[in-house]
């Protein structure tokens, strides 16, 4: 309770600090950032602490810390001193109530979570090992880059932002790395939340009220409405769940004479446990062993032999009850943060123009370098999501400027304007060809700018990825199309259907249709173009046509085809798409000032125009397009590229890019259905909230049976608990004493047993924050991009616990700096330990238990990494 007190007074403290930073930055936000202040103003602090240890300017310690707190409490007060004091209280006023039911927002969900975390604290299987040893491997590094915990010598390779802010709370807070594992996974959940909430709020305020627009009751409404935001992106799952409950209740089972289970409709759905008959007593509840697992690979890739390879389509609920603090997690309420900017973009927030080395860009500046502070951050906490949002704040940057100049001709029209400048801006008709060079400027500038802001990240950094390959055999089947994202397509086409039937502007739905079936075609056309060519190159071809199980030549052009039209998910994103683009395009002519509502007269013409600025020209459902037009495209660019790494498939693809998707189809889903609850009525009113009704059960049955089993009811075996390591109490306890005394040990290099990956081998490492020589083999090959690091490492190690010889135990204690020999339970069962040399050469162990005996070696041996 203590430590949860102490996190949340943490948090919501640098939210109101950072909060002046915000109220500046996203003034067309109808909070102004206040939900986003927390998430800003972790980010802030973690750049400027992470980039000065970097420089070697401060250490990581309790002192840098806190002169990173001092300076972000600089920039808020020269932030607070350009906002008048009346203006700040006028904004309190009217949004007292947004403020707290923010507050109250994050109280609950960080609570909730927090006591979740408590009933299954476990970090234990997947790769939360992982995770944890990065946070203690921070939290021990004086220097930053922190060294990496599974070999040592090297500093961390991987995109590793979010544990370092993670670790900046809890030595802050003086928590254990495996207590704050836990907290930081309520914390991002909760400022996911608060995020999602608020960025509703401020779409469904840009709706124009059907009331005065200062009704309490319109406030109220939205206030409520934008629950929705968190709820579809967080809460709302995917329709597997709703499977396993048919499943394990024996729906669509027939029993022949003899008593067994078929099913045409699981077979023919083909998705693992689903496709064999339920264990019985048959149950409306599921209970086969990790059954929630399967919700995280409902799409089912094969190869040209029709080998299966395995999907990843985790989804943030999943995300969340798995436990696992990854990068796709610890990213998610940054990337929020980052589509708060973003649309404070769109709606006007972000007016002005200045230069980026000698070119032109129609923004304000401290609106392009917050976004390469916040989008340039992404690659360090998830970089996959770098290029995306890259693309999605040009993308809205290009979209803004259309929109502001195709005004002129019914601007014109319905009232002359006296400035001729602001006419002359207006006039400007762009042509394509200056789009796509807005666009590219935009990009370049971006990213270019983020990288160099993030130097030293990418100076340590390497990776598996290896490019782009192009994808032709793994196409995704409709049916697992939909079971993945049903829950969010269902409101997003409702509301596009919507949007067509109350549009006041032409809708250009042939066109749209056409557009996004070229789309498909021509990326299919150079998907099988680039595949060819590769399969045509000698040993190469024979390379990548052998890793997708086929043969070069007509076979595999016949065999891709016929892919094509067996997995029909391009279907169903050709309907989107067409629905998206038939709108999009009336952006490209002059359209009405509003896209929904009736047409005013000329005099409310010229009052809404006499009232508004050029900025308030585009609509909030115009960027909704935009939303659901970035996850179209995620989704269709899985279906033909992926990006080359060691699985050879695209499992990390899909993951990455759906994952994304969701969050951007969740926004969309929740905009959707809370204009809809708001727009209809009567008949399609009633209809609509029976449907909505009937889609939120099926989509939050996974929640409601996941949460109670992983949790066992809420009813924990060790009790209530927020330590991760806590089961290894009972199951290694003699293990975890060792490595408990290693944590306040001085720093040296620790030397254990190495085994398979995803297992308790780097135990020792991991919950002691000092650096093994080698921990999981397979993930350190991932992150560097191949095993020359690894170098023999494994063999040496069994050498210096087997080894007779005490001249070449020597030589490669030597090699590898090693300051303490653990030998625990794990190293006698993977070794034959010859322990009878290390009590000679070095004495009796500096610690010893009945199963555990932990030596140390002089003091000669190089420790100068320590610094």
Known sequence: MLTFLVWYICITLIGLVSFPLTYRLLPALADRGYSLSRIFGLLVWGFIFWLLASLGIIRNDIGGLILGLT?????????????????????????????????ALFLVAFGIWTLIRAANPEILGTEKPMELAFINAILNSRVF???????????????????????????????????????ALSQTFALSAIAAYGILYSLLSLLKPKRNPTSRLDNSQNLFLSLLGPTFILIVSNLEGFLEVMHARGLFWLQDGTGQLSSRFWVWLDMKELSVPPSQPLSWIPSRYLWWWRASRVVQDYDFAGTWREVIDEFPFFSYLLGDLHPHVLVMPFALLAVGLILNLFMGGATGKMRWLGLELAINSKTFWAGVLIIGGLAFLNTWDFPMYVFFFSLVYVARKVITERQAEKLSVDQPIQDSIVMAELQKKPSLVSIAKDFLIMAISLALSGVLLYLPFYIGF????????????????????????????????????????????????????????????????????????????????????????????????????????????????????????????????????????????????????SEQTLSSLPTVHDFILLLILMGGLLVLFTEFFYLRDQFGSRMNTIFKFYYQ????????????TA????????????????????????????????????????????????????????????????????????????????????SEYGRVATISGQPNVLGWAGHESQWRGGRKEIGTREEDIETIYRSDSWEDTKQL?????????????????????????????LGAPVYKSDQVSIYEVPMEFDISWVK
């Open 71 to 103: 300076i972000l409490l600089g920039l808020s007060y020269w932030a607070l001193r350009g906002i008048p004091i009346e203006e700040l209280s006028r904004w309190w006023r009217d949004n007292r109530r947004l403020v707290i039911s923010i507050e």
């Open 145 to 183: 880059p922190p060294h990496d915990p599974w070999l040592s010598g090297y500093a961390i390779s991987y995109y590793y932002f979010g544990y370092v802010i993670t670790a900046m709370i809890a030595k802050l807070t003086a928590t254990p790395g495996s207590v704050a594992f836990n907290m």
């Open 462 to 609: 390497s990776s598996q990825a290896g490019g782009i390959l192009p994808n032709l055999v793994y196409s995704t089947r409709g049916a697992h199309f939909w079971v993945m994202f049903g829950s969010l397509l269902l409101p997003i086409f409702a509301y596009l259907l919507f949007l067509r039937v109350r549009s006041k502007d032409q809708f250009y739905v042939g066109r749209g249709f056409l557009l996004a079936l070229g789309l498909v075609i021509s990326l299919w056309l150079i998907s099988l173009l680039f595949g060819l060519g590769i399969a045509s190159i000698p040993l190469l071809g024979n390379i990548f046509v052998s890793s997708l199980g086929g043969e070069p030549g007509i076979i595999l052009l016949a065999e891709s085809l016929s892919r094509r039209f067996s997995g029909l998910a391009w279907i169903t994103i050709v309907l989107l798409l067409g629905l998206t683009f038939g709108y999009l395009l009336t952006l490209y002519r002059p359209k009405s000032l509003t896209a929904i509502e009736p047409e005013p007269s000329l005099s409310q013409k010229k009052t809404i125009i």
């Open 661 to 672: 998707t969701w969050i951007f189809w969740g926004l969309a889903a929740a905009f959707g």
């Open 675 to 758: 204009v809809l609850l708001k727009e209809l009525s009567r008949f399609w009113g009633i209809a609509f909230r029976i449907g909505l009704a009937i889609l939120l059960i099926a989509a939050l049955t996974y929640p409601f049976f996941s949460l109670w089993n992983k949790t066992n009811g809420f009813n924990p075996i060790s009790g209530f608990t927020l330590d991760g390591t806590a089961h290894l109490e009972s199951s290694a306890q003699e293990d975890l004493a060792g490595i408990r005394w290693l944590e306040s040990a001085p720093a040296g290099v620790v030397i254990e047993a190495v085994g398979p990956q995803y």
């Open 813 to 841: 204690l030597d090699m590898y700096n090693v300051r303490y020999i653990f030998i625990g339970t794990l190293e006698r069962r993977t070794y034959r330990v010859n322990e009878a040399k290390f009590d000679r050469f």
